[in-house]
Each structure stands twice: as structure tokens, then as C-alpha cells.
């Protein structure tokens, strides 16, 4: 006979659904405030930056 060992995180470790529910909502609202700055910007100013208004939502989204 043989002995299987297997490694599992106890509960209080692992990251529960609201958590995880909350960690998703906070990085929308990132990307939602980042976004909108940018948009406020002129044509200008993202030229200053090197952007251009296609680059907003990758830049926004960090990619």
C-alpha cells in the first residue's frame, strides 16, 4: 500500500471570492480613473508624452 500525500492550503489562506470580487473591482476602477485622465488630455500634451489617443486604453489597462 501506498501513501499519497497531497498539499492544500488551509481555508484562511486562500483567497476567498469576495476577495478576489474586490481585488477585480479596484483594478477596474484603476483602469477606469487612468483612462479617463488620459482622455482629458489634449492631442498636445499625449504627443508630449509620446502617446497618441489609440495607445489610452492599452496604457490604461497596463499592457
Do not use: H, K
Not at 483602469?31 to 485622465?37: G, I, M, S
Not at 499625449?46 to 492599452?58: K, N, P, T
Request: aromatic share 6%; charged share 30%.
Amino acid at each position: 500500500m501506498s501513501a499519497v500525500e497531497t498539499f492544500r492550503f488551509p481555508a484562511a489562506s486562500r483567497p476567498g471570492i469576495f476577495s478576489r470580487l474586490g481585488a477585480a473591482l479596484s483594478r477596474w476602477a484603476e483602469v477606469r480613473e487612468t483612462r479617463n485622465q488620459l482622455n482629458r488630455l489634449s492631442d498636445r500634451e499625449l504627443s508630449d508624452i509620446g502617446l497618441s489617443r489609440g495607445d489610452i486604453d492599452r496604457i490604461a489597462r497596463g499592457l
